[in-house]
Structures are given as C-alpha cells and as structure tokens.
C-alpha cells in the first residue's frame, strides 16, 4: 500500500505563490504516475496535473510539479495565484501513468488534501 500526505497549504494574496508537497511512503516502487488535484466548495473535483508536463489549460503557465526521488516527494509551485485557485488540493498516485484520467478515475491512492485559499 502507499500513503501521501499533502502539506504547504495556507492563505496567500492573489498573484502571490505557494509550494505544496507531497511525501509518498509504503510501496513507493508501485507508482508509476503521480499528480494533483483539486476540489473547490460545493464544486467537483478537477484534474491540476501529472507527471512533470502535463497541466489543466486553467493552471498551464502557472504552476509547476516536481519532484524529489530521494525523498519520494513530489512538489506543486503554484504561481501568481487567482481566487479561482481556492480549493482543497489532493495528491493523487496511480500504478500506471495512462490510467490517471482528467476525472480522477484510475487514481489508486488520495492523500487527505491540504486547503488553499486566495484572497483578493
């Protein structure tokens, strides 16, 4: 089994910048695909990114993963920030990298989300 847990959220100003991590531990040699994810109150969940090139269009230019293979960590540098990016953000793992759909299906672990909020 493998376990993520998300840490670096907070509040930030609109424009500013925030770097959320991901720490994955167990059965770390499954993963082949990791990416983030988001879920704004009262909203769906929607796919952030995955892997080191692929971003929804509404993050693209703006945020950034990476990642630490030493320490089994993967980054999300999320720059100049909007209101619209307020949301819970969750680590998303998957033994294939294909089988991460957009919609979340073919995730096979979640950690519990860190909550990011952007003020005006």
């Known amino acids: 089994q493998v376990q993520l847990v998300e840490s670096g959220g907070g509040l930030v100003q609109a424009g500013g910048s925030l770097r959320l991590s991901c720490a994955a531990s167990?059965?770390?040699?499954?993963?082949?695909?990791m990416g983030w994810f988001r879920q704004a109150p009262g909203k769906e969940r929607e796919f952030v990114g995955k892997?080191?090139?692929i971003y929804a269009d509404s993050v693209k230019g703006r945020f950034t993963i990476s990642r630490d293979s030493a320490k089994n960590t993967v980054y999300l540098q999320m720059n100049s920030l909007e209101p619209e990016d307020t949301a819970v953000y969750f680590c998303?793992?998957?033994?294939?990298?294909?089988?991460?759909?957009?919609?979340?299906?073919?995730?096979?672990?979640w950690g519990k989300g860190t909550l990011v909020t952007v003020s005006s």
């Open positions: 892997g080191q090139s």
């Open positions: 167990g059965r770390t040699f499954s993963i082949s695909a």
């Open positions: 998303a793992a998957s033994r294939t990298f294909g089988s991460m759909r957009y919609d979340g299906v073919g995730v096979d672990y």
